[in-house]
Nanobody
Framework: VQLVESGGGLVQAGGSLRLSCAASGTIFRFNYMGWYRQRPGKQRELVAVITRGDNTNYADSVRGRFTVSRDNAENTVTLQMNSLKPEDTAVYYC?????????WGQGTQVTVSS
């Protein structure tokens, strides 16, 4: 199973970016999919996750600015990031869980300049 992220890049504070992640190598739908991030000098942290039933969970720091969505049929997940702040600068990782296993993408860099 592979998860491949796309959509990272450099943006000014207040701007928007959209991250996408596509899973391949499985015919099973992920029980959950979502995003974590690792900021410089920090541990990896939850950003947002969404279950197959469309229940969502967001980090307090991004709630109201980021929106996670998924396409169950395609095993894809998207993170729309608005009103970006310099402290959102991080490597963003896509994740998904199915049949007791958690899978991770390679990560995509998001840099927000002030």
């Amino acid at each position: 199973v592979q998860l491949v992220e796309s959509g990272g890049g450099l943006v000014q504070a207040g701007g928007s970016l959209r991250l996408s992640c596509a899973a391949s190598g499985t015919i099973f739908r992920f029980n959950y999919m979502g995003w974590y991030r690792q900021r410089p000098g920090k541990q990896r942290e939850l950003v947002a996750v969404i279950t197959r039933g469309d229940n969502t969970n967001y980090a307090d720091s991004v709630r109201g600015r980021f929106t996670v969505s998924r396409d169950n049929a395609e095993n894809t997940v998207t993170l729309q990031m608005n009103s970006l702040k310099p402290e959102d600068t991080a490597v963003y990782y896509c994740t998904g869980g199915v049949h007791g296993y958690d899978y991770w993408g390679q990560g995509t860099q998001v840099t927000v300049s002030s």
